[in-house]
Structure formats: structure tokens, C-alpha cells
């Protein structure tokens, strides 16, 4: 009934990585890097994201040329989940409650330099010597009740003298360029 030998389990080899890509290693992120670079800031051009500054589609030419700048093949930023600004992928974010995150909108990757702009938050810049050892691409799907509730905590940590109308319209207000994104993927979809 069984055709496999009883033995070749124990002839079975892993699948060969090469030495930069050996899984369950701390490698650095940025493939370009050299010495010099070492506690700087990552350079401009070692930056990954989509070329629109916008969003990509996931499987395309040019997320599958990420891996040429990046052993991480992913976006150099990620958002946090908590609120929405942009930093160093899988680093934790600075208002302590969030982790940044390659942001997801279906199957399109978005950029997440431009959501932190659209919430008014401030790049966390990456530095250039970064390590990474992750089993799973840190990663989540953009939502709009997350986004809704990150910005009414925003709306309301520094419009406290508003009333509730008030702040329901600069709340709209503020969402509004995220809802016309996500309209434009969808077309995509």
C-alpha cells in the first residue's frame, strides 16, 4: 500500500536558503547597508514603499523588486495600530499602545508615509542598521471603524474646548481623504 521506503524520511534534506536568508536569523533590513550607515538614519533611496506613494498591488512587479532593497520584502514603514502614525515596520510605536504594521486594504498594499500624513502624525524615520527576525510580516487590513475611533481620539485629545458637533465634523472631515483611498483601490478590485 505504501509506495515511500521505510527509511527515506531519514534521507529527506531541509530546502537550501542561501546565507542571507536563512529563516529564524537576525539579518539587517536594509541590503544596501554599509558600515558608515551604522546608528543613522536610513538613507532615502534604501526606503521601500509604493512608487505612487499611495498604494500597490500585493503580487506585483513591483512588490516582488522589494526584496532586491529589503530582506524584510516588505514597506520600510508600517502604521500603528493604535494611532496611525507611521514608523519602522514591526517596532513599537512611540504612544505605547501600538505596533507598526504593513497596512493592507484587500489585496492592495498601502502606503503608510501617507496615512500618518493624513492623520496628522509625525514619521518615525528608521534607521539604517535595523535587525529583523520575523517568522510572519507584521501586518494588518486598513478598517474604517479602527481609523474612526484613532481619530476621535485624536479629535479629542487636542480639541477638548469643542463641543461634540464640532468635533464630529473635523472627525469627518479628517476621514474623508481616507474613504476617497479606499474607493480608489476598490475600483482596482
Known amino acids: 500500500m505504501n509506495d515511500i521506503p521505510r527509511n527515506s524520511f531519514n534521507k529527506m534534506k531541509p530546502t537550501p536558503f542561501e546565507q542571507d536568508e536563512i529563516p529564524n536569523r537576525s539579518q539587517r533590513i ?76 484587500r489585496d492592495h498594499v498601502v502606503d503608510s508615509i501617507m496615512i500618518g500624513e493624513m492623520f496628522g502624525e509625525e514619521l518615525e524615520v528608521a534607521k539604517a542598521d535595523r535587525m529583523q527576525n520575523w517568522i510572519r510580516t507584521p501586518m494588518m487590513q486598513l478598517n474604517s471603524d479602527c481609523c474612526d475611533l484613532a481619530m476621535r481620539r485624536k479629535v479629542n485629545k487636542e480639541n477638548g474646548d469643542m463641543d461634540d458637533d464640532e468635533k464630529n465634523k473635523l472627525r469627518l472631515k479628517h476621514l474623508e481623504p481616507i474613504w476617497n483611498l479606499k474607493t480608489e483601490i476598490f475600483q482596482f478590485v
Open 30 to 105: 536594509v541590503k544596501g547597508y554599509t558600515d558608515d550607515q551604522e546608528g543613522k538614519d536610513i538613507r532615502d533611496e534604501d526606503v521601500v514603499r509604493p512608487s505612487n506613494g499611495k498604494y500597490t498591488k500585493q503580487g506585483s512587479p513591483e512588490t516582488n523588486s522589494w526584496q532586491h532593497k529589503s530582506t524584510g520584502r516588505c514597506p520600510t514603514y508600517g502604521t500603528c495600530s493604535f494611532c496611525f502614525k507611521a514608523g519602522p515596520t514591526g517596532k513599537k510605536c512611540t504612544c505605547t499602545y501600538g505596533n507598526y504594521l504593513i497596512l493592507f486594504y
